[in-house]
């Protein structure tokens, strides 16, 4: 009964105010393994994201949720069921078309950085923007301003060698926003950070989504980390388990709830920062 | 169940293999098929000594430069093998962390050594065997015959010589891998694929000045090759050349990456399109670090294009219209002159009976018997083997070659004028100081009579050129266009502007070269004045007596034994070789030169070239862009991550996959860039010095080295691309 812990279908766009979708899962199904041994990586899992939302998906080891963002990212497929970015359906979509679609709609923020080492951070950057093929001229001034804004000017002309953890993700924040993408998906951001990077880059993240307007959906299971969001989905066996909203909590509150769903899921209780 | 761990292991790397395969496999079998030339002979109808020795000769060469080729296919197989190592050291730290001891890793690679070693080993000598029985057919085609009698030829000596070559080359391998294994910290091994290369920076400023300089100092060298003329190896400019071009290649790809990287990274609208920032990346991080063996890639490029297309040419160049240079069955010739310390013959002196005087004095008993028979070396032939002679011979026909005492060429083209005079100095051997050749159009009409060309008809006061040598071609036009006249012996003679391009002999190349045929009376008046010949060409042709060219060969030496046997002693001018019957005399046979000696020995010559042009120039090639193929290969693999994270963000397959296009077109083609200019500069000067001279052209050698590079160097240029974007492909399926 998937229902009983999904948001239902018609409350999703009535909840968050009237603002169009970014993202829009319908009974995403994944199915692993053959007839003897089938594993529901995702079980029929189904939400909306809002534009201009920040959303947590959270859940214990194997729930499911890397493969959600997987599916969302295109780089993995669902068995069954819709994945709506931007008003297109994207199962549907053709290799090739998916290429292009990752490009022009997507941004991405991996645990492990995912930078290019051969490539300084001013390059790194730009990339998001030349595989666009946005004219040159423009490439160096809105790589400046996002660099600028995300507090990693002062790091282009480096490699990714030479820059601290805390850096590369910034970096890394910045290539996922410059293009303008529709959705940044980022997968355990934090993951690879000490606790005080953790913090600037989850409060750079707030500032893309409050000040850019960014749509975010992270992937994540420190419980600090999803604090920062608007709304936190948990994912538990595949399935949409619990949804909490910060509505007009304080981060801490938040925290607080968050932990309280945590303990209740029974998963593991991750530090806490 | 090691044994099953290491076939488990070559099953599982094979696209890493395949590559490091081929080229083993290409090496056996070359190296095989050319050690086994010999062996080709029992295909052949040979029936003189002669020809049996050309196979020996080859096969002779070939060994000898065997050593050579297999010391570079070692240092490849070494070179790709320890690729191959450094890509699986993560594989080795997983057995080390199981526990399983240094030695076992060691015999599993051992192991996989050997299974790959004889693989390639039995496959390489099939497949050389294979090329071999194809190549019989190539050798039947530069004899200019069809194989008589077509068997499989199995050469023994080859096979073993292969078996053993390589066994040591495994065995250094198997050694070097042991140490490789055993040198190695685990910690290293486990974290080896995670190490970055450290990207270093050069100075693009540095790199402009070292780009600058190589520029200059591969200038400088080209200019010295040019001067140099190629003609002699020990020339200082030659060596000054030679280094030159090492070294300013060697700066030119140290400082190129640097200075073309900054060139390109500044120039924004060029740089910010596309993958453009990352295929630079990607190609300057390696160049940093590869441009040695980029320069080591270039040079043996530079040895195999040369080698190749010089071996071509010369092949044209000794065996270019062979049968017109050998019109006669046979030329034996009294090589009586003196002055033979110079390459070309000739003579300075002013007084007509000197030359005469000096025999007397230094062979009386050739003077006198030259004297018995009027100077004929038919009749001295003749008379010492009537039955031989009337059984060999059919015709027979004798120039006399006298020089005009007092008359040089110098005299002659002065007439004419500067430049033509310039003309001649240029030709070099002092042919200015030297006093004309002539002979008379009786001895020339017989000559011509003898291969079918009509008689010369000349008028008293006249003289016509005869030149069919290609180095003397212009000058002898200056000659017949100027219409001059000068006085010989009293006669007023006029240059004709008809040339005679009459072969006087059989030679290795058509050797007529500035003689004037002159009025019968000038050489009278000559013989009057007590002058002897300077050169006495007695031209046959064999008759129809059944008998086989090498077999009418056999009959004319021994006549020319009867005549002046081995013992006979007297003058020996020292020309004929210790293996000759007959003893070479200064009267009246020095020398014999048989048609069919001539077309055999360059047959020989053109097998001899051809097939050591194609072994080092096939080697060399494959080597290098075996090389090449398993840097790419692995440089590919070392990026996979790379280019899954380029998917991830968007990129297209298709535009991954022109970057990967361009990066290995750039390192392939780069070296073969600089390569082909070495090469353009060297085969340019040769060409000039040495095949226009000779009337060889040259484009046919380069068309087919540039064949050559194309078919091998562009084959495993596609084969890296196809397997690197199969494996980028891979990569991206996976996740």
């Known amino acids: 009964m998937a229902e009983a812990y999904a948001t239902p279908l018609h409350a999703a766009g009535a909840a968050n105010g009237g603002r169009p979708l970014a993202l829009s899962v319908r009974q995403a199904k994944k199915v692993y393994g053959s007839r003897d041994s089938v594993t529901h990586a995702l079980d029929g899992v189904s939400f909306d994201v809002a534009q201009g939302e920040f959303v947590g998906v959270m859940g214990p080891s194997g729930s499911g949720k890397t493969t959600l963002l997987n599916c969302v990212s295109t780089i993995d497929k669902v068995t069954s069921g819709q994945i709506i970015v931007d008003g297109k359906d994207i199962t549907t979509l053709s290799k090739r078309a998916l290429a292009k679609f990752r490009r022009d709609e997507l941004g991405f923020i991996f645990q ?20 666009k093929h946005v004219a040159p001229s423009q490439v160096t001034t809105r790589v400046q301003n996002i660099a600028a804004a995300l507090g990693v000017a002062e790091v282009l002309k480096r490699y990714p060698n030479q820059m601290s953890g805390g850096q590369k993700q910034r970096v890394a924040a910045a290539r996922a926003i410059v293009g303008d993408p529709k959705l940044i998906l980022a997968d355990e951001p934090t993951g690879a950070l000490d606790s005080r990077s953790a913090a600037v880059l989850l409060e750079t993240l707030e500032m893309m989504n409050q000040k850019m307007g960014a749509t975010i959906m992270m ?18 066996d595949g399935r949409l388990f619990n949804e909490i909203r910060r509505g007009a909590l304080s981060r801490e509150e938040f925290f607080a709830r968050i932990m309280e769903v945590v303990a209740f899921l029974g998963g593991e209780v991750s530090h806490v920062a | ?100 001891p240094n030695a076992q890793v060691s015999a599993i690679m051992l192991m996989e050594t050997v299974i790959i070693g004889l693989a390639s080993l039995a496959l ?85 000045v070292g780009f600058i300089v190589a520029i200059a100092i591969l200038a400088y060298s080209y200019e010295q090759l040019i001067e140099s003329g190629l003609v002699m190896m020990d020339d200082v400019r030659f060596q000054r050349a030679t280094i030159g071009m090492l070294v300013g290649t060697f700066i030119l790809f140290w400082s190129l990456a640097g200075f073309v990287i900054a060139l390109i990274t500044r120039t924004k609208s060029i740089y910010l399109r596309g993958l453009t920032p990352f295929t630079v990346r990607q190609i300057a991080s390696r160049v940093n670090t590869a441009f040695v063996s980029l320069w080591a890639v270039c040079v043996m490029l530079f040895f195999s294009i040369t080698v190749f297309s010089v071996g071509m040419g010369l092949v044209d160049v000794f065996t270019n219209g062979i049968e017109d240079a050998n019109p006669y069955s046979a030329t034996l010739s009294a090589e009586v002159y003196q002055d033979d310390a110079l390459a070309t013959i000739r003579d300075t002196e002013t007084d007509a009976s000197a030359r005469a005087e000096a025999m007397k004095a230094e062979a009386p008993e050739r003077y006198e018997n030259a004297v018995a028979h009027d100077w004929s070396m038919a009749a001295a032939l003749e008379e010492a083997d009537p039955v031989g002679w009337t059984d060999t011979i059919a015709n027979a026909a004798q120039i006399d070659l006298y020089f005009l005492p007092g008359t040089t060429y110098g005299d002659l083209f002065q007439k004419i004028g500067t430049e033509a005079a310039q003309r001649l100095e240029e030709l070099g051997d002092s042919l200015s100081d030297s006093n004309v050749g002539i002979v008379s159009v009786s001895d020339m009409n017989a000559s011509r009579a003898l291969i079918g060309e009509a008689p010369i008809q000349l008028v008293d006061d006249e003289c016509m050129v005869a030149n069919n040598m290609e180095i003397s071609k212009d000058v002898a036009a200056d000659l017949t266009a100027s219409g001059i006249s000068f006085s010989a012996l009293g006669h007023e003679l006029a240059v004709s502007p008809e040339l005679i391009t009459t072969q006087l002999e059989d030679n ?135 280019y899954r994270m380029l998917s991830r963000i968007g990129c297209s397959p298709k535009m991954i996959n022109r970057s990967l296009l361009i990066q290995i077109l750039v ?54 691309y196809l397997t690197s974007r199969n494996a980028v492909a891979g990569a991206l399926k996976a996740r």
């Open chain 2, 508 to 642: 290795a190349i058509l050797a007529t070269a500035l003689t004037l045929v002159v009025p019968d009376g000038v050489v009278e008046d000559l013989q009057g004045m007590g002058a002897i010949p300077a050169r006495s060409l007695l031209n046959v042709m064999y008759a129809d007596n059944g008998l086989s060219p090498a077999q009418n060969d056999e009959a004319l030496a021994q006549i020319v034994a009867t005549a002046q046997p081995r013992s006979l002693g007297g003058f020996e001018k020292g020309t004929s070789g210790s293996s000759d019957t007959w003893a070479s005399l200064l009267w009246p046979v020095t020398r014999v030169i048989t048609a069919y000696g001539m077309i055999a020995q360059s047959n020989g010559l053109k097998m001899l070239i051809t097939y050591l042009a194609l072994y080092i120039g096939l080697v060399l090639l494959i080597s290098t862009a075996a090389v090449l193929a398993v840097q790419q290969l692995s440089n590919t693999a070392d990026s996979l991550p790379r």
């Open chain 2, 124 to 208: 390489g000598l099939v497949a050389g065997f294979l090329l071999s029985q194809a190549m019989a057919f190539f050798t039947a085609s530069l004899f200019g015959t069809t194989i008589m009698n077509y068997q499989f030829v199995f050469s023994p000596d080859a096979f073993v010589h292969t078996i053993i070559c390589f066994a040591v080359i495994y065995v250094v391998v198997a050694l070097f891998n042991t140490i490789m294994v055993n040198r190695q910290k685990l910690i290293d091994l486990l974290h080896a694929n995670g190490k970055n290369q450290k990207v270093s920076v050069r100075n693009p400023w540095a790199c402009l």
């Open chain 1, 219 to 236: 992937v994540t299971h420190d419980s600090y980390a999803a604090s920062f969001t608007n709304r936190v989905l948990f994912i538990k």
């Open chain 2, 1 to 100: 169940m090691l044994l099953k761990l290491a076939w488990r292991n070559i099953r599982h790397s094979v696209r890493d293999y395949t590559i490091y395969f081929l080229t083993l496999l290409f090496g056996v079998a070359v190296f095989y098929a050319f050690n086994s030339i010999g062996g080709q002979e029992v295909m052949f109808d040979l029936e003189a000594e002669a020809d049996a020795h050309q196979f020996a000769m080859t096969q002779q060469f070939l060994g000898m430069f065997s050593g050579l080729i297999a010391c570079v296919l070692g240092f490849l197989i070494l070179y790709s093998n320890g690729f191959l190592i450094r890509r699986r050291k993560r594989e080795f730290g997983t057995y080390m962390l199981l526990g399983m």
């Open chain 1, 112 to 131: 492990d950085f995912n930078l290019l080492d051969t490539l300084n951070a001013m390059e790194n950057i730009a990339l998001a923007l030349t595989i």
């Open chain 2, 667 to 720: 390192y392939f083609l780069l070296p073969l860039a600089v390569a082909s200019c070495h090469a353009a500069c060297a085969i340019g000067v040769l060409s000039k010095e040495l095949f226009t001279a000779l009337g060889v052209p040259v484009t046919g050698p380069i068309g087919m080295a540039a064949a050559l590079v194309a078919v091998i160097y562009g084959g495993y240029l596609l084969v890296t």
